[in-house]
């Protein structure tokens, strides 16, 4: 099982970016699908998650400014990005709970991360 983020960059403030997060391998199933962001040295924090029905939770930082959806066909989880400010700048991980087969449990799979930066 492999989950891959892509979509970081610069951009200035006020500014948008989407952000991606496809599951691949063996998947049987994927439950909650997540983002999160760490800066140096503080703890990771959550953005957002979406459930498999599409239920979503926001951290009270990033509410009206980001959203979350997932296409599960494509087992892809997005997060758009908008107004956003110098405080935002991170590495963005997305998580998913995968469930690799019918006789294995669910399990956090974490992606690589990618790099937000918000600057003039």
């Known amino acids: 099982v492999q989950v891959q983020a892509s979509g970081g960059g610069l951009v200035q403030p006020g500014g948008s970016l989407r952000l991606s997060c496809a599951a691949s391998?063996?998947?049987?199933?994927?439950?909650?699908m997540g983002w999160y962001r760490q800066a140096p040295g503080k703890q990771r924090e959550l953005v957002a998650t979406?459930?498999?029905?599409?239920?979503?939770t926001y951290a009270d930082s990033v509410k009206g400014r980001f959203t979350i959806s997932r296409d599960n066909a494509k087992k892809t989880v997005y997060l758009q990005m908008n107004s956003l400010n110098p405080e935002d700048t991170n590495v963005y991980y997305c998580?998913?709970?995968?469930?690799?087969?019918?006789?294995?449990?669910?399990?956090?799979?974490w992606g690589q991360g990618t790099q937000v930066t918000v600057s003039s």
């Open positions: 998580k998913a709970d995968i469930r690799p087969s019918t006789y294995t449990r669910y399990a956090d799979y």
């Open positions: 391998g063996n998947i049987f199933r994927i439950n909650t």
């Open positions: 979406i459930t498999t029905g599409g239920s979503t």
